[in-house]
């Protein structure tokens, strides 16, 4: 029997290491074939051949795992993608195929930046076609990756095609404030463009669309990671550089563009060969959460008991929406990071404590701002910045509601999950809006 | 006979959660019930019933529960809740629906709807 234990142990050993089975799922299995072994060995066949049969029986592992990692896509998302077979991916396949893209992005940023001459003049088309240098080329990427058919090249490329005519068509005035709306949104609706590529042309599934709200929080850490390494390095550079007289202005202009750029396509490589990164993140988060709760929690406070009538200004707006982003943004990949299966906890309580303080300061800083768009009227920017944050608002709203119901146990995490991915389309469909539609209804002031 | 790969796979949630209806469970009584039921004649791979197991408990149909029972090792245990009747009563629906259209193109085939119970 001591060899049918170490058997048994190998075989947990081998199990354990398939991508998308946990250590509870390898306990579950074990049970399941030490119940078959016994129950063969009971008709009379003999330890080795019950282990034999039974291992058999259970189905060959990559299979398995395959059926285990599609249940559980947060433990092993990016395995299902990267691969038909759900093969695992290694660090270092496709590599070369990053670096094309990303050295052709940054080629395509000094072609525009030498056409410009940036950074001596700055011309207005180059801000507003700023991200139009970059995410084609993320989508473009990831349309390689994914062996997308032509007919969905042609649709991942219509939005950047349709995009680049709208915003060099539209006649823009002087000191245009929609102008500048545009090149804040468009960055936005371009990487929902970027999104149909990544989820390989799936956007109804919602678990894709899981993995691409984790995808975007994974891609925003690392391309921070790098950003920060990189900033360091030209720091250096410039303090080394110095005293020998090269002109080191010249130098950063030819470098920080281009590796400002090539960071968003290795940021995308990085975040599909490995990541691992929200398991490190997960404590962070909470400590983020938790301070963020506290923060919230005490300026509701304070602008209930001095009320928010005072020293209100144009910026306050801006501001709130900024804040419902980043907690927006905490929670969505709070979520996208979170095992699925397990039960309410602490966390999900600090979170909604979060999420309702700032729905509280929201509405009442924008019942004030209502009312001061009623005295002075609607422009561009109060429109763009009063939509934003009721779209902001509603989703918030109804994550709170339903994360409530979660936390007392009378609804499942699933509905949490369905209401966010459903809502994504929302925030794309806004920024579009802006876009598209705000510039010839402001005249393009 | 060999039933074809997409029926086993569609069959598999109704009977799963009638059998669990039926009361509390775990993975392999689950599957030594199927096999049963059907006569061994509705194979599954075994492991394949946990990814399922697990589907149904993320979508709210089941709990699980850890326990120890007297005589043996540490299990898990797949308990139906009221969201799991109701789904199970509406795939039954859907299967009755699909049954006795079959049974209407096929006259004299018998037995399809009788198997299942004529919900």
Redesign the interface.
């Known amino acids: 029997m001591d060899s049918m234990e170490s058997q048994i142990a190998e075989w947990r050993a081998y199990v354990a290491n398939a991508p998308g089975v946990n250590g509870?799922?390898v306990?579950?299995?074990e049970?399941?074939l030490?119940?078959?072994i016994a129950e063969l060995n009971a008709a009379g066949l003999t330890a080795d051949e019950g282990f034999l049969i039974a291992v058999k029986?259970?189905?060959?592992l990559d299979?398995?795992s395959r059926?285990?990692a599609?249940?559980?896509s947060g433990r092993l998302w990016k395995q299902l993608l990267s691969g038909d077979e759900g093969e695992p991916a290694h660090l270092s396949s496709g590599w070369f195929e990053t670096l094309v893209f990303a050295v052709t992005a940054a080629v395509a940023v000094q072609a525009a930046r030498l056409a410009a001459d940036a950074p001596d003049e700055e011309p207005n088309w180059l801000v507003r076609n700023a991200s139009l240098f970059v995410l084609p080329f993320l989508a473009a990427y990831f349309a390689r990756r994914r062996q997308l058919d032509t007919r969905r090249w042609v649709l991942t490329a219509a939005p950047f095609a349709l995009a680049a005519l709208v915003v060099n068509l539209y006649p823009w005035g002087a000191d245009s404030a929609t102008e500048v709306l545009v090149a804040l949104h468009l960055p936005v609706v371009l990487w929902f463009a970027v999104a149909y590529p990544y989820m390989g042309g799936m956007v109804r599934s919602h678990e894709r669309r899981m993995d691409f709200v984790r995808f975007t929080g994974e891609w925003f850490i690392y391309y921070v990671l790098i950003a920060l390494g990189g900033g360091v390095l030209m720091g250096l550079t410039a303090a080394i550089l110095d005293p020998t007289g090269v002109d080191v202005d010249r130098i950063a202009e030819w470098v920080l563009p281009s590796g400002a750029v090539g960071a968003v396509i290795v940021a995308a490589w990085l975040v599909e060969s490995k990541q691992r990164v929200v398991e490190n993140m997960a404590p962070v988060l909470t400590m983020l959460f938790t301070l963020f709760a506290v923060m919230l929690a005490g300026a509701a406070v304070v602008y209930a008991v001095t009320g928010v009538g005072g020293a209100f200004d144009r910026e306050l707006l801006g501001t709130f929406d900024a804040l419902l982003l980043v907690v927006l943004g905490l929670v969505l990949y709070g979520m996208s990071a979170r095992d699925?299966?397990t039960s309410p906890e602490w966390m999900d309580a600090i979170q909604l404590v979060a999420v309702v303080s700032a729905l509280v300061l929201d509405v009442m800083v924008l019942g004030a701002m209502i009312a001061r768009i009623g005295d002075l009227g609607f422009t561009p920017n109060r429109t763009a910045a009063l939509g934003l944050n009721l779209v902001l608002l509603v989703n918030l709203a109804g994550a709170a509601w339903l994360s409530a119901r979660f936390l007392t146990r009378r609804s499942?995490l699933?509905r949490l999950e369905r209401w966010q991915t459903t809502y994504l389309p929302v925030f794309a469909v806004w920024a579009a809006t802006v876009v598209v539609i705000l510039p010839p209804l402001s005249a393009f002031s | 006979m060999h039933i074809d790969k997409d029926l086993v796979a569609a069959s598999a949630t109704p009977l799963v959660l009638a059998i669990l209806a039926d009361g509390e469970s775990?993975?392999?009584a689950i599957?030594k019930r199927v096999r049963a039921l059907s006569a061994g004649e509705l194979v599954w791979?075994?492991?394949?019933i946990?990814?399922l197991l697990?589907?149904l408990?993320?979508?709210?149909y089941v709990t699980t529960e850890w326990r120890t029972p007297p005589e043996g090792?540490?299990?898990?245990y797949y308990t139906i809740t009221d969201d799991g009747r109701a789904a199970l009563a509406d795939q039954q629906r859907q299967w009755v629906a699909v049954s006795r259209a079959l049974n209407d193109v096929w006259p004299g085939s018998g037995g399809v709807l009788t198997a299942l119970g004529e919900a």
């Not at chain 2, 408990?57 to 709210?60: A, N, P, S, T």
């Open positions: 509870h799922d306990d579950e299995l049970d399941h030490r119940h078959q029986r259970l189905g060959d299979g398995l059926e285990f599609r249940e559980h699925p299966s499942r699933h | 775990y993975g392999y599957l791979t075994d492991g394949m946990y990814p697990h589907r408990r993320r979508l709210g090792r540490r299990r898990k």
